[in-house]
């Protein structure tokens, strides 16, 4: 019993992840291999999504809320600060309950793809612990991301493959180029890192390869779709 609990011991915290995630991936999964560990950074997504959220200003999210009305050409509500307030709690709310439930569904999904595409036939849990670590990229995008909006003006701004052409002119390209977002599309490369990793059969490169694939095809469908639909260039 006292070798299972030392097998299952922690060798590093969840902020010590959190610097490794960043800097040295691959080790910091190899590590994970043998003690998975998923709690911490989930607590560390959670907290970096809500506060990412709450930090935005309640004017900047009822400018935006103003510009969405007026761009319907519905007519404006008489109180849109409460419409506004609303919507900044939702937005706490959501970057709360809805960063473990997008881990356990990221997971299960890339559980099916990589276990069609490489064979992988890892555990669960072991691939949870390679998701929440790499979603943690997302989570510090977010709060990068909370000047930029403030600076921009815009609660909704994105870095987006999009933001890096801003040349492309309004169409299929730009939608799809919109929905490509920079700090997911990194994420999705340390998810196919790590099951490459976790399998031990495959070359990292294999598994970014699926990964990125797999966001790619979606990409491409959601921005056909829109195209469909009449939809405007989506944010990411």
């Known amino acids: 019993m006292k070798g299972e609990e030392e097998a299952g011991a922690d060798p590093s915290g969840p902020l010590s992840r959190l610097v490794r995630v960043f800097l040295s991936p691959v080790d910091l999964f ?10 911490g950074a989930l607590v560390l997504g959670v907290v970096f999504s809500a506060v990412a959220a709450a930090l935005i200003p309640i004017e900047l999210w009822e400018a935006g809320l103003r510009a969405q009305i007026e761009a319907s050409g519905a007519e404006l509500p008489a109180d849109t600060t409460m419409l506004a307030r609303v919507g900044w709690i939702s937005a706490v709310f959501v970057g709360v309950v809805a960063w473990p439930l ?40 977010a709060l990068v991301l909370v000047p930029l909006r403030i600076l921009a003006g815009d609660a909704n701004l994105t870095l987006s493959v999009a ?45 970014v390869a699926v990964s990125l694939g797999v966001a790619l095809i979606l990409s491409l469908l959601l921005a056909a779709v829109s195209g469909m639909g009449g939809v405007g260039s989506p944010g990411a």
């Open 30 to 39: 190899a590590e994970l291999r043998a003690h998975p560990r998923s709690l």
């Open 102 to 141: 997008l881990a356990l569904l990221t997971t299960g999904v890339y559980g099916v793809v990589f276990l069609l595409a490489l064979g992988y036939e890892g555990s669960f849990r072991i691939l949870l612990s390679v998701v929440a670590h790499a979603l943690l990229v997302v989570a510090v995008g």
């Open 163 to 207: 933001t890096l052409l801003p040349f492309l002119a309004d169409g299929f390209l730009l939608r799809f180029a919109g929905l490509l977002d920079l700090f997911n599309l990194w994420a999705y490369v340390l998810i196919g890192v790590g099951a490459a990793v976790m399998d031990g059969r495959r070359s990292p490169a294999a598994g």
